[in-house]
Nanobody, 121 residues
Framework: QVQLVESGGGLVQAGGSVRVSCVAS????????WGWYRKAPGKQRELIAV???????NYGDSVKGRFTISIDNAKKSVYLQMTSLTPEDTAVYYC???????????????WGQGTQVTVSS
């Protein structure tokens, strides 16, 4: 079984910065991709950033130039550095990963439980 656990976030003032982290544990053969999504009340889930094969990155239009995704393969972790935050960035942030649990398996998608980021004006 694979688990993704997020940490970080919390309350931050507009214009500030915060970093959220996510670590994968369990039976992991390889990690194909990492991603961050967010869900704000009354809004659909939104792609924030995806990193594939350890290097190819894509960002949502609303966060380009402000947010940065990075990974630490040795720690099986992904990070999201968020800067120039606005109240519109307030949401629950979810970690996502496509992971193979063995050499014989295809990648499956896993999600963390989410971490709240609240930006005050």
């Amino acid at each position: 079984q694979v688990q993704l656990v997020e940490s970080g976030g919390g309350l931050v003032q507009a214009g500030g910065s915060v970093r959220v982290s996510c670590v994968a544990s369990g039976r992991i053969y390889s990690i194909n991709s990492w991603g961050w999504y967010r869900k704000a009340p009354g809004k659909q889930r939104e792609l924030i950033a995806v990193m594939s094969n350890g290097e190819t990155t894509n960002y949502g239009d609303s966060v380009k130039g402000r947010f940065t995704i990075s990974i630490d393969n040795a720690k099986k972790s992904v990070y999201l550095q968020m800067t120039s935050l606005t109240p519109e960035d307030t949401a629950v942030y979810y970690c996502n990963s496509r992971i193979r649990t063995s050499i014989h398996s295809s990648a499956s998608e896993y999600w963390g439980q989410g971490t709240q980021v609240t930006v005050s004006s």
